[in-house]
């Protein structure tokens, strides 16, 4: 059974930076693709970056050039680089693993607990 947790969240001042990670146990597949998926307070989740079983990533328009996705496939940990945090990047992350070989993430994905990230002005 797989699992997903995800660490590295807190409380930040606009301008600093973070790193998310995510790992992941009890994968029967080293082709999987991993992503992060963020929701602010109120809002609907969306997904704002996904590296695929061969390392091609995708980040959203809304946050290109400030989040970086990378992975460890040796430790099936993954990671968010977030640069230049603003007060609305305020939000649970989401670490999302499909090993199904689909990568659809919303679908196939086996969700962790999320981490929280808290932007201060």
């Known amino acids: 059974q797989v699992q997903v947790q995800e660490s590295g969240g807190g409380s930040v001042q606009a301008g600093g930076s973070l790193r998310l990670s995510c790992t992941a146990s009890?994968?029967?597949?080293?082709?999987?693709?991993m992503g992060w998926f963020s929701q602010p307070p109120g809002k609907d989740r969306k997904r704002v970056a996904l590296i695929d079983s061969d390392g091609r990533t995708d980040i959203a328009d809304s946050v290109k050039g400030r989040f970086t996705i990378s992975q460890d496939k040796a430790k099936n940990t993954g990671y968010l680089q977030i640069d230049g945090l603003i007060p609305d990047d305020t939000a649970m992350y989401y670490c999302?693993?499909?090993?199904?070989?689909?990568?659809?993430?919303?679908?196939?994905?086996?969700w962790g607990q999320g981490t929280r990230v808290t932007v201060s002005s």
């Open positions: 999302v693993v499909d090993e199904s070989g689909h990568c659809s993430l919303a679908v196939f994905g086996v």
């Open positions: 009890g994968l029967t597949y080293s082709n999987y693709c």
